[in-house]
């Protein structure tokens, strides 16, 4: 069983910036596409970053140039840095494999843009 641990969240200004982590356990991480996903209260889970075992990254339009997903493969470990944060980013926080996510949901670490 993959387990999967957020961290990196927290209170920031717009504008601002967070770099989240995500470490995971089991040897197959290397060959999943992860991404990170993001649930805003009374909203549905969306999937707002994704990268391939080889690298290859895509993005949705809301966060697309103000996001990058990045993987430590040696680490099992994948990171989103997030720049120019906007208060409609303000959402709980998950990794799991993507498009689909086939692992049991971590805590997620919090993210919360406000001035």
């Not at 992860?34 to 994704?50: C, D, H, I, S, T």
């Not at 303000?90 to 843009?113: E, F, I, K």
């Amino acid at each position: 069983q993959v387990q999967l641990v957020e961290s990196g969240g927290g209170l920031v200004q717009p504008g601002g910036s967070l770099r989240l982590a995500c470490v995971t356990s089991g040897s197959t991480f290397t060959t999943y596409t992860m991404g990170w996903y993001r649930q805003a209260p009374g909203k549905q889970r969306e999937l707002v970053a994704r990268i391939t075992s080889s690298h290859i990254t895509y993005y949705t339009d809301s966060v697309r140039g103000r996001f990058t997903i990045s993987r430590d493969n040696a680490k099992h470990m994948i990171f989103l840095q997030m720049n120019s944060l906007e208060p409609e980013d303000t959402a709980l926080y998950y990794c799991d494999s993507a498009p689909s996510a086939v692992w049991s949901w971590g805590q997620g670490t919090q993210v919360t843009v406000s001035s």
